[in-house]
């Protein structure tokens, strides 16, 4: 379902799936960078967003400005901050009772994480393919909430051994969970990337928040 989102350089295209019952939390699902034929469509993000519902999460994916139809110009990170916030701010504002969970692949991961972890409405933060070695992630260094990253086995864009190397260094609760053979595109593993997800962030954790 479309849904209707302004950001400070106009209006961001957006799509609001929903669980079969009352949510539990709301979500954001940035996308990767649009070189990487990034958008909210991806079947990555598809597919986190299917996993998202199963688990009776509320969630937003939406392009970055510039992107699809959302008005504006993409600037690579500084102003994307900008949207991702703006999506926490609508989300909050449609479900004010409700825990805000941020997510995001690949660039994506940069944005929702880095923006989440500055942010007291967030308790969960998720990275999918985190490029910590192209972008700075040094927020979360110092950051409370709990973390969960998503890693491919054979990234050759975000780096199995650097993504380990960074999740040693997080401050509890933390969970890394690597997904075998897959690519940095996770071409026919999506689907494992919700299994994942689902397995992290299901009913059962609710101890972690």
Same mark, same amino acid.
């Given at each position: 379902?479309?849904?209707?989102?302004?950001?400070?350089?106009?209006?961001?295209?957006?799509?609001?799936?929903?669980?079969?019952?009352?949510?539990?939390?709301?979500?954001?699902?940035?996308?990767?960078?649009?070189?990487?034929?990034?958008?909210?469509?991806?079947?990555?993000?598809?597919?986190?967003?299917?996993?998202?519902?199963?688990?009776?999460?509320?969630?937003?994916?939406?392009?970055?400005?510039?992107?699809?139809?959302? *008005?504006?110009?993409?600037?690579?990170? !500084?102003? $994307?901050?900008? +949207?991702?916030? %703006?999506? #926490? @701010?609508?989300?909050?504002?449609?479900?004010?009772?409700?825990?805000?969970?941020?997510?995001?692949?690949?660039?994506?991961?940069?944005?929702?994480?880095?923006?989440?972890?500055?942010?007291?409405?967030?308790? *969960?933060?998720?990275?999918?393919?985190? !490029?910590? $070695?192209?972008? +700075?992630?040094? %927020?979360? #260094? @110092?950051?409370?909430?709990?973390?969960?990253?998503?890693?491919?086995?054979?990234?050759?864009?975000?780096?199995?051994?650097?993504?380990?190397?960074?999740?040693?260094?997080?401050?509890?609760?933390?969970?890394?969970?690597?997904?075998?053979?897959?690519?940095?595109?996770?071409?026919?593993?999506?689907?494992?990337?919700?299994?994942?997800?689902?397995?992290?962030?299901?009913?059962?954790?609710?101890?972690?928040?």
């Amino acid at each position: 379902m479309h849904l209707d989102l302004e950001s400070t350089a106009g209006r961001l295209e957006a799509l609001i799936d929903l669980p079969a019952g009352m949510p539990r939390a709301a979500a954001i699902l940035a996308s990767s960078h649009p070189d990487e034929v990034g958008s909210m469509r991806s079947r990555v993000l598809r597919e986190a967003a299917r996993a998202l519902t199963r688990i009776g999460v509320a969630v937003v994916r939406f392009n970055y400005r510039g992107v699809g139809l959302s *008005a504006g110009a993409f600037t690579g990170g !500084p102003a $994307e901050t900008e +949207d991702v916030r %703006a999506v #926490l @701010d609508r989300l909050n504002e449609r479900y004010p009772t409700l825990p805000l969970w941020a997510l995001g692949y690949s660039f994506g991961a940069w944005v929702a994480m880095t923006t989440g972890a500055h942010d007291r409405r967030v308790e *969960a933060l998720v990275g999918i393919a985190p !490029p910590v $070695e192209r972008y +700075d992630f040094s %927020a979360l #260094l @110092d950051c409370a909430t709990p973390k969960f990253l998503i890693q491919a086995e054979r990234d050759d864009q975000a780096p199995l051994k650097a993504t380990q190397r960074f999740h040693a260094r997080l401050p509890e609760p933390r969970e890394l969970v690597v997904i075998e053979g897959a690519d940095h595109a996770f071409d026919g593993k999506a689907s494992e990337v919700g299994e994942a997800i689902e397995d992290l962030l299901g009913d059962d954790r609710d101890r972690l928040f």
